[in-house]
């Protein structure tokens, strides 16, 4: 029963350089989404998905790419790594009914140099 | 814009203690209130989710309670244990599909 599945759980990146941060669901969950938790900012939406090849900007999307092909998978992809983008992120999912409620992954810790 | 305000930011009480942590927004017009908590380094797991048509959901030692007309919710802890410290995030959903978030009650139990 995994839920959902971050990796990697740690990276380090050079400024400039690009990464895709992984998630996985095996929830059958449409709805999935993306977060950045910031000392003193709490958790702010990045980009979200409500289905296969459907996605859309939240809160903070600048500097981040995603891509919905499939139910399971939402991976989040920084185009050129930038200090400002050290942060942890969580992957999150939820059932399409009103009330469902919000599972999220274990994070990855992303630190820019 | 909802803004969703958690108080106090940090709460320290001794073992056996029943405590109150605050949450409010500033609007009415949710679907739902979810309460997290949050261990340090790890992810946020999903305590109560509340309705909008509900007052109150209990699980164990946990209740918390929803006034929607006044934007408020709290999470009651019942005879606290060192297990508990952790920090206890609110969330409320509203039309669309976002959570809007807290910024965290840092909860730390002393034996």
């Known amino acids: 029963n995994a839920g959902v599945t971050q990796t990697p759980k740690f990276q380090v990146l050079k400024t400039g350089q690009s990464m895709t941060l992984q998630c996985a669901q095996d929830?059958?969950?449409?709805?999935m989404s993306w977060y950045r938790q910031d000392p003193g900012m709490g958790l702010r939406l990045i980009h979200y998905?409500?289905?296969?090849?459907?996605?859309d900007q939240g809160e903070v999307p600048n500097g981040y790419n995603v891509s919905r092909s499939t139910t399971e998978d939402f991976p989040l992809r920084l185009l050129s790594a930038a200090p400002s983008q050290t942060s942890v992120y969580f992957c999150?999912?939820?059932?399409?009914?009103?009330?469902?409620?919000?599972?999220f992954g274990d994070g990855t810790r992303l630190s820019i140099l | 814009k909802q803004e969703v305000t958690q108080i106090p930011a940090a709460l320290s009480v001794p073992e056996g203690e029943n405590l109150v942590l605050n949450c409010s927004f500033t609007d009415s017009a949710i679907y739902n209130l979810q309460w997290f908590r949050q261990d340090p380094g790890k992810g946020l797991t999903s305590l109560l989710l509340?309705?909008?048509?509900?007052r109150e959901q209990t699980s164990g030692r946990l209740n918390a309670s929803l006034d929607k007309s006044s934007g408020r919710s709290t999470l009651y802890i019942a005879a606290s244990q060192p297990g508990d410290s952790a920090t206890y995030l609110c969330a409320v959903r509203q039309a669309g599909t976002a959570l809007i978030f807290g910024k965290g009650t840092t909860l730390s139990v002393s034996s």
């Open positions: 999150a999912s939820r059932g399409s009914g009103r009330d469902q409620p919000q599972h």
């Open positions: 998905s409500v289905g296969a090849g459907i996605t």
């Open positions: 929830m059958n969950h449409e709805y």
């Open positions: 509340i309705q909008s048509s509900q």
